[in-house]
């Protein structure tokens, strides 16, 4: 199984507001970045999307490491979810059980997610970690390009 290890941010101008997400997949020697925004979107919703996106790209069941400074990415998918999925896809909150936010995308990241091994790993953000501060300016640039061509 291949082993491919994958940095991801995501990130909004306001939340919501015009949002991007980026990730720097490296795997044998190879790396190749990828890049997306949304006009109208959330901070967490673009790091789920960019997670995403990395392995749509997988083209074989790979071993994947992902790098996040999302906790919100990390802990969904490797403590919450299990939960979520065995709920019925609902979050307790108080008394109450209510829908799991960003249900979509989650579900999608699943679905991904059963085809590859995957193990996330948290990393504390502008801490000057190379390519979590490269993810970053990928993704100030996918919001600046998608606000400069209207």
Known sequence: ??????????GCHGNPGP?????????????KEITGAEKS??????????????L????????VEIWTDSSYLSKGYMEWMPKWKSNGWRRREGKK?????????????????SEHRIKFHWLRGHSG??????????????????????
């Open 129 to 150: 970690h190379q390519l979590n501060e490269r993810c970053d300016m990928l993704v100030q640039q996918a919001i600046d390009d998608l606000l400069t061509t209207k």
């Open 41 to 54: 979107t959330t901070n967490n919703r673009m790091e789920l999307s960019a997670a995403i996106e990395a």
């Open 1 to 10: 199984m291949k082993k491919v290890v994958v940095h991801t941010d995501g």
């Open 19 to 31: 949002g991007g997400w980026a990730a720097i997949m490296r795997c044998g020697g190879r790396t």
């Open 56 to 63: 749509k790209t997988l083209r074989e069941p790979c071993e």
């Open 97 to 113: 059980w209510k829908p799991v936010l960003n249900l979509d995308l989650w579900q999608e990241l699943d679905a991904l997610g």
